[in-house]
């Protein structure tokens, strides 16, 4: 099985610096916002292992960007990414109640 070397773009960063603020600040949950974070880190590191085995998506739009998506482990977030050689760039962060789609730059 192929790994990966994982990096993150600096929008994502932005997005999840974005989530846990919001968790901090607006629902005010501490104990959300670390769970929420090692959720990310677990995500991340599972990407060096699955990222070439995840299917085309079949939203259109990401279709068109390269990109593909997988969900947080345990919460309704996921990445975006695509694959680049031996690494997997992550490029976005959502909420899963999120119009990513009309979202995305």
């Known amino acids: 099985m192929k790994m990966y070397r994982t990096v993150v773009t600096k929008q994502a ?3 999840l610096r974005e989530k846990l603020s919001y968790i901090r600040d607006h629902l005010r949950n ?15 590191k599972a990407l060096e292992d699955v990222a070439g085995t995840i299917r085309e ?12 998506r997988i969900n947080f482990r345990a919460h309704n977030y996921f990445m ?22 009309n979202k995305l730059r």
Request: overall charge negative; glycine content about 2%; hydrophobic content about 25%.
């Open 80 to 101: 975006l990414f695509r694959i680049r050689d031996d690494r997997v760039e992550i490029t976005n962060i959502f909420h899963g109640s999120e119009d990513f789609e």
């Open 30 to 44: 501490p104990q959300a916002v670390q769970n929420v974070y090692t959720d990310y880190k677990q995500t991340r």
């Open 13 to 15: 960063q932005s997005d």
């Open 57 to 68: 998506t079949e939203s259109e739009k990401l279709w068109e960007r390269n990109l593909k």
